[in-house]
């Protein structure tokens, strides 16, 4: 079975400092790996993802990932963080080709950005 | 990106009601679509996966007689709670799989409460 963890169920940064969001998962097969954000009250917006390719995976609004094998970790980065990154942020992982079908997320991360 | 929508947004009913949820794929045909559940400030909980013309799998726990989906044609799948109860009140959310892209998008949620 696949299984996702999050680190941290709040992070609080200051603007203009760096993000990090961490992500540890556990799968028995070679695992597809997101990063989903989510705003109040709306659905799941998909920032990047994993599938077998480059390690480093860039994703939208400055945001990049990391997969790291050995350390089973697909941590979330952001250079500089913007007010408007307030959100809960979630990490998912599927064993399905091109990681389309199931997804199994972690629990979330709040993140707080302060002025 | 492509665009799913659920309808309606919000919905609040009476005990004992039913209450039925659009899920859309605009732009794409979605040969599965996916419902999941999501309680205030926890993650998304798969309750069923919705293939086109066939019945939909749902994952253990889930009460299949309570929670019908139909994914009648390749842009729509309906979750309609039946007999809804005050705990049934949560936040749903769908997502449909482009095939052609291999992503899963997700919908804005309808949030349903239940007196």
């Known amino acids: 079975a696949q299984s996702v963890t999050q680190l941290g169920s709040h992070v609080s940064v200051s603007e203009g400092a760096l993000v990090l969001l961490r992500c540890n998962y556990s799968s028995s097969v070679p695992p597809y790996l997101f990063w989903y954000v989510q705003y109040p009250n709306q659905g799941l917006q998909l920032l990047l993802k994993?599938?077998?390719?480059?390690?480093l995976v860039k994703g939208i609004n400055g945001f990049e990932a990391e997969f790291k094998k050995s350390e089973t970790s697909f941590h979330l980065t952001k250079p500089s963080a913007h007010m408007s990154d307030a959100a809960e942020y979630f990490c998912?992982?599927?064993?399905?080709?091109?990681?389309?079908?199931?997804?199994?997320f972690g629990q979330g991360t709040r993140l707080t950005i302060n002025p | 990106g492509a665009v799913v929508s659920q309808h309606p947004s919000w919905v609040i009913c009476k005990s004992g009601t039913s209450v039925k949820i659009e899920c859309r794929s605009l732009?794409?045909?979605?040969?599965?679509m996916f419902w999941y559940r999501q309680f205030p400030k926890q993650s998304l909980m798969l309750m069923a996966t919705s293939n086109e013309g066939s019945k939909a799998t749902y994952e253990q726990g889930v009460e299949k007689d309570k929670f019908l989906i139909n994914h009648a044609s390749l842009t729509l799948s309906t979750l309609t709670v039946t007999s809804a109860h005050p705990e049934d009140s949560s936040f749903y959310i769908c997502?449909?799989?482009?095939?052609?892209?291999?992503?899963?998008?997700f919908g804005p949620g309808t949030r349903l409460t239940v007196l």
């Open positions: 998912a992982v599927s064993d399905q080709v091109q990681g389309a079908q199931k997804l199994v």
């Open positions: 994993y599938t077998s390719a480059a390690t």
């Open positions: 732009d794409f045909q979605a040969t599965t």
């Open positions: 997502s449909a799989r482009d095939p052609g892209r291999g992503t899963q998008y």
